[in-house]
């Protein structure tokens, strides 16, 4: 769905329309489950994403409308409806977050080409697109640091233990730039993304995560548990950020073999993420390419968050000679591979890997060039 496929479903259902929102989805270079860590993340907002045309109105309801699906709702402010279509439980929660504001009713459609469950954040990009459409509407006139605290308050509270990475890089990212995110001071410093004719591409697995009813959450829970017994030793340490290599050693005899491969992986991801802005600052694309290996073997080997698809995908890139370098991203189990290449693959070569994934799998794969884009966009409409 594009804006204006959605801009002429607006008009022919409600007429016109007063505000329009774009929340992009995200992609991250390296740095994966070390946000809710406090460590580095390197994400960058891509050009795919949700569109939200809306207009105030008098009753206290939402009517929405899910371009993609044709699926409608009306929601009343106090949350409640008579339907529940799966992406509900996104607008249910932005309006528990805001039951402080004063939301206004809209009559609202949204949509856009982000897949569902692919690791590019289509959950925080329909969570913070509300929040920015509302934020317009209403006139609260949040800043950004406020919006993200509101989206990751919401999204947690649909079942997610997740990090701030995704709702930081939509409400802050630039064009042609990587944030170099600090999640223990929420600080960030943007890398340029100089790629001459190197891309990135996200290869699509097809295998939809849903990270409520994965290990996602006791990912988190085991670092917490492996922090605690970390302390009896390190009474300082707030979290597995502020451990090093040279500490391994000294921590392996309180854990057990699970919860230390989990600190080693997040030990080692962090310097990668330090590393990776090296090599992309003196554009050392062979550099990044071996970080993205590494990234994925660890994931994959010590934090058990891959699958058969992805490590499929990941092989390709470590031993294909159009590329440099690949990894599964987002919160595992499914979804992506984001991939660095030495210029864009030729038909005949997509072609090629996709016939031997669906002889593997049995279905194919999907093949999506990114590019760094702006964060979040929102503006008046004419219509």
């Known amino acids: 769905m594009t804006r204006t496929d959605i801009l002429h479903i607006f008009q022919?259902?409600?007429?016109?329309?007063?505000?329009?929102?774009?929340?992009?989805?995200?992609?991250?270079?390296?740095?994966?489950?070390?946000?809710?860590?406090d460590g580095y993340v390197l994400p960058f907002a891509i050009g795919q994403g949700v569109w939200f045309v809306a207009r105030k109105t008098a009753e206290p309801r939402l009517d929405i409308i899910a371009s993609n699906t044709g699926e409608r709702?009306?929601?009343?402010?106090?949350?409640?409806?008579?339907?529940d279509f799966g992406w509900q439980k996104f607008f249910r929660q932005v309006l528990v977050a805001c039951q402080q504001l004063p939301v206004p009713g809209l009559q609202l459609v949204f949509g856009?080409?982000?897949?569902?469950?692919?690791?590019?954040?289509?959950?925080?990009?329909?969570?913070?697109?509300?929040?920015?459409?509302?934020?317009?509407?209403?006139?609260?006139?949040?800043?950004?640091?406020?919006?993200?605290?509101?989206?990751?308050?919401?999204?947690?509270?649909?079942?997610?233990?997740?990090?701030?990475?995704?709702?930081?890089t939509i409400f802050n990212a630039k064009q042609n730039q990587a944030i170099l995110l600090d999640c223990r001071s929420n600080t960030h410093d943007?890398?340029?993304?100089?790629?001459?004719?190197?891309?990135?591409?996200?290869?699509?697995?097809?295998?939809?995560?849903?990270?409520?009813?994965?290990?996602?959450?006791?990912?988190?829970?085991?670092?917490?548990?492996?922090?605690?017994?970390?302390?009896?030793?390190?009474?300082?340490?707030?979290?597995l950020r502020e451990l090093d290599q040279n500490m391994l050693p000294q921590i392996k005899d309180l854990l057990d073999k699970t919860l230390y491969?989990?600190?080693?992986?997040?030990?080692e991801e962090n310097q990668r993420v330090l590393q990776a802005v090296e090599a992309l600052t003196s554009q050392n694309f062979d550099l990044l390419g071996q970080l993205l290996n590494q990234s994925h073997k660890g994931l994959s080997d010590l934090y058990n968050v891959s699958c058969q698809e992805l490590d499929w995908l990941a092989e390709l890139a470590e031993n294909?000679?159009?590329?440099?370098?690949?990894?599964?991203?987002?919160g595992g189990f499914g979804g992506c591979t984001i991939n660095i290449l030495h210029q864009p693959l030729s038909q005949e070569e997509t072609e090629l890997i996709t016939r031997d994934y669906i002889r593997e799998f049995g279905f194919a794969p999907t093949f999506i060039p990114i590019v760094p884009e702006n964060g979040i966009i929102a503006r008046l409409t004419e219509d």
């Open 190 to 239: 943007f890398v340029p993304l100089e790629l001459g004719g190197h891309q990135f591409l996200l290869i699509n697995t097809n295998v939809k995560h849903n990270l409520i009813h994965t290990d996602y959450n006791n990912r988190r829970a085991e670092c917490e548990r492996a922090l605690t017994s970390i302390k009896s030793l390190y009474p300082n340490v707030v979290s």
């Open 73 to 83: 709702a009306v929601m009343e402010l106090n949350g409640e409806s008579m339907t």
């Open 320 to 330: 294909h000679p159009g590329f440099l370098g690949g990894r599964m991203m987002g």
């Open 261 to 267: 491969n989990r600190v080693a992986f997040v030990i």
């Open 112 to 168: 856009g080409d982000l897949p569902i469950g692919a690791g590019i954040s289509s959950s925080s990009a329909i969570t913070c697109g509300l929040i920015e459409t509302l934020n317009l509407a209403a006139g609260w006139q949040l800043n950004s640091g406020e919006m993200v605290s509101t989206a990751v308050i919401a999204e947690t509270g649909y079942g997610v233990r997740g990090g701030i990475m995704d709702q930081y």
């Open 12 to 37: 022919k259902e409600f007429g016109p329309s007063e505000f329009l929102v774009f929340a992009p989805g995200r992609a991250n270079i390296i740095g994966e489950h070390t946000d809710y860590n």
